[in-house]
Nanobody, 122 residues
Framework: QVQLVESGGGLVQAGGSLRLSCTAS????????MGWYRQAPGKQRELVAT???????NYADSVKGRFTISRDNAKNTVYLQMNSLKPEDTSVYYC????????????????WGTGTVVTVDS
């Protein structure tokens, strides 16, 4: 069993900052890609940022230059530092991770957290 738990969401003013955290726990051999997605009411879930186990990152154009994704492999934790927040960033943010659970196979399974709410006021 693998569980992902997000934290750090809240209410902030436009231009403010938040740092989201997500920690994976359970039966884990290794974690490959970790990422953050977001979904606003009535909208499709969209990618925010991803990071590989080697530290390679990818960002949505809408957050590039404002958000920074990082991870602590020893703690199975991924972070999302969000600066210069805009009202359009308001959403539920979800953590995901591709987890290898068994040493006998290199196949990873994707897990999702239950989300943390970020609200940005004008």
């Amino acid at each position: 069993q693998v569980q992902l738990v997000e934290s750090g969401g809240g209410l902030v003013q436009a231009g403010g900052s938040l740092r989201l955290s997500c920690t994976a726990s359970g039966s884990i051999v290794s974690i490959n890609v970790m990422g953050w997605y977001r979904q606003a009411p009535g909208k499709q879930r969209e990618l925010v940022a991803t990071i590989t186990s080697g530290g390679n990152t990818n960002y949505a154009d809408s957050v590039k230059g404002r958000f920074t994704i990082s991870r602590d492999n020893a703690k199975n934790t991924v972070y999302l530092q969000m600066n210069s927040l805009k009202p359009e960033d308001t959403s539920v943010y979800y953590c995901n991770a591709d987890v290898q659970r068994f040493s006998v196979t290199s196949i990873s399974m994707r897990y999702w957290g239950t989300g943390t709410v970020v609200t940005v006021d004008s």
